[in-house]
């Protein structure tokens, strides 16, 4: 059983997963730096971008030393997909060319939808201290990716929470996107339906969700280990989510299982409906043809992004 912990409400919910997926690969991420200099680890590249299917990259950032991150992202732009920004510790000011602006403390998120332009900044607003935090790229479906740019500021405390009890005690989850346990995240997108959780563990304590067989999925551990079927995954690896099981025939996978270690885990879980469209990158834009790819540079040296 499991209690859904938003607002006054507290209502049982127990998710059924009789075929839990199991790891198809582990990713080690690369370390780089991007911005004025900012060291992060990028973990979903560009070539997973196919499999990973709407998610076209994501960054893991975190670091106690100041000059690893002051100099931030100074302006820069983008177009053609969303960026999901996920604070766990540090503070972020966000500016964009369309008048937004946004503080992300610990614990915050920025959804951002580029649409058909934007010039953004992410600027550190500390001087010492940790900054830690993910920033994950959303594809748009080719029918949206000229849509108007928009952005959401959702504070810590608009963060949908949900702990288990009896057979998940021990695990909370932030719900960021999609749904769980009967719990509907902050965000939801009806073309690639994302879910995106972070999920903390106490030791030994297990989670189960489902997953639409069709949907691509990636945990990524960033303290302690986790256990999925057979896979131990360590701190800092992400685990490519299999969407059939290997060697067998008949019924698709209906989630995945996780089980913490002897120490605790935290970790995020991402999942989506691919949206089978052609990606062209380059940079900052993301399109469905290299011409498209053309005329936004074009746009962006002629002054036309928002």
């Known amino acids: 059983m499991s ?34 200099g900012v060291k992060l680890t990028r973990v979903l590249t560009q070539n997973l971008q ?3 299917d709407p998610f076209l990259m994501l960054d893991a950032f975190g670091s106690d030393a100041a000059a690893d991150y002051l100099g931030g992202f100074p302006d820069h732009p983008h177009r053609g997909f969303e960026t999901v920004t996920y604070m766990l510790e540090g503070r ?10 946004g503080l992300l403390t610990a614990g915050a998120v920025q959804w951002m939808t580029a649409g ?22 959303l594809n748009l479906p080719a029918a949206r990716k000229m849509s108007e740019p928009w952005y959401r500021d959702i504070r810590p405390e608009e963060i949908p929470v949900w702990q288990g009890t009896d057979g998940e005690a021990g695990v909370t989850a932030r719900v960021i996107a999609g749904r769980t346990h009967g719990v509907e995240g902050a965000m939801q997108r009806e073309h690639t339906e994302p879910l ?29 280990t986790l256990a999925i079927g057979e896979t131990e995954v360590r701190s800092q690896r992400m685990a490519i989510l299999a969407n059939k099981t290997p060697g067998t025939a008949g019924a698709d996978p209906d989630g995945v299982r996780l089980a913490a270690g002897a120490e605790g885990a935290r970790a995020i879980l991402v999942a989506g409906r691919p949206l ?3 990606i062209a990158q380059y940079g900052p834009f993301v399109m469905n043809t290299n011409e498209e790819i053309f005329q936004a540079v074009e746009d ?7």
């Open 3 to 36: 209690t859904i912990t938003t607002g006054t409400t507290a209502t049982p919910s127990t998710p059924l997963v009789t075929r839990p997926r199991t790891v198809e690969r582990l990713v080690q991420g690369q370390a780089t730096s991007d911005g004025d």
């Open 50 to 52: 196919r499999r990973l």
């Open 92 to 101: 972020m000011r966000h500016k964009d060319s369309a008048g937004h602006e």
């Open 116 to 137: 058909r332009g934007v010039i953004h900044s992410e600027m550190p607003e500390q001087q010492e201290g940790r900054m830690e935090g993910f920033q994950l790229w």
């Open 196 to 224: 995106y959780l972070d999920l903390h563990f106490e030791p030994g304590a297990t989670f189960a969700q489902p997953l639409p067989a069709a949907h691509n999925a990636f945990v990524y551990v960033y303290r302690g």
């Open 276 to 278: 089978n469209e052609p």
């Open 300 to 306: 962006f040296r002629a002054g036309r992004l928002a």
